[in-house]
Nanobody
Framework: QVQLVESGGGLVQPGGSLTLSCAAS????????MSWYRQAPGKERELVAG????????KYADSVQGRFTISRDNAKNTLYLQMNSPKPEDTALYYC???????????????????WGQGTQVTVSS
């Protein structure tokens, strides 16, 4: 069955860096666009970044553009999120998500994702 397992979260100081990973299994990883979402307490889950199946196209939320980088290693079935210069407002539970349709592009619509990881907590604080 499809499994997505996030790791790499933790406490990071503002201005530091952190890399999240998402290990995928149970499907042909290289055929699907993937995304990172986050949810802070009391807020809606929001798209952070998305990447196409081959990795050639990416999309970022305005709030993280220029600070975060999404990437993937299709040989290792792993998705990454490099977080540089995080801010306290980046504190949230971060999830990776698999696009429902094979070969489809990046989308912000949560209904278009059919598998989610359990999440990894990122706390940005001094």
């Amino acid at each position: 069955q499809v499994q997505l397992v996030e790791s790499g979260g933790g406490l990071v100081q503002p201005g530091g860096s952190l890399t999240l990973s998402c290990a995928a299994s149970g499907f042909t990883f290289s055929s699907y666009a993937m995304s990172w979402y986050r949810q802070a307490p009391g807020k809606e889950r929001e798209l952070v970044a998305g990447i196409s199946s081959g990795g050639g196209s990416t999309k970022y939320a305005d709030s993280v553009q220029g600070r975060f980088t999404i990437s993937r290693d299709n040989a290792k079935n792993t998705l990454y999120l490099q977080m540089n210069s995080p801010k306290p407002e980046d504190t949230a539970l971060y999830y990776c998500a698999k696009r429902k349709a094979r070969w489809a592009g990046i989308t912000i619509l949560r209904s278009e994702y059919d598998a989610w990881g359990q999440g990894t907590q990122v706390t940005v604080s001094s």
